[in-house]
Nanobody
Framework: QLQASGGGLVQPGGSLTLSCAGS????????IGWFRQASGKEREGVSC????????DYADSVKGRFTISRSNLKNTVTLQMNNLKPEDTAVYYC??????????????????????WGQGTQVTVSS
């Protein structure tokens, strides 16, 4: 089970830190991805991180503003979101996958989540 948290209401230009916590899941064994789905839009992959080598990937729309990181000690993956824009408003989800990086990063880029995911957290960017 995965649980995303840390969402909320923030003004444009503000920051939020999302956390993905694993329950009964050793996060360090999995690639972890963040996805978002805005109302009326398709789900999209936002960022993902390799299970062991630290490799990361970001959607073009968030490059330079979002940073993904993991703490195996805390069994969490964090998404630091800076300089938030109204178009970042969405429900954010995290997932976990044990497939190869090539397979997982391909799925993530298409907005397809793995079988391990959990309840999302709402991020609203508005003045």
């Amino acid at each position: 089970q995965l649980q995303a948290s840390g969402g909320g209401l923030v003004q444009p230009g503000g920051s939020l830190t999302l956390s993905c916590a694993g329950s009964g899941l050793r996060m360090g064994n999995y690639h972890i991805g963040w996805f978002r789905q805005a109302s009326g839009k398709e789900r999209e992959g936002v960022s993902c991180i390799h299970r062991s080598n630290g490799r990361t990937d970001y959607a073009d729309s968030v490059k330079g503003r979002f940073t993904i990181s993991r703490s195996n000690l805390k069994n969490t993956v964090t998404l630091q979101m800076n300089n938030l824009k109204p178009e970042d408003t969405a429900v954010y989800y995290c997932d976990a996958d044990i497939q190869t990086w090539t397979y997982y990063s391909s799925s993530y880029s298409e907005g397809r989540m793995s079988k391990y995911w959990g309840q999302g957290t709402q991020v609203t960017v508005s003045s």
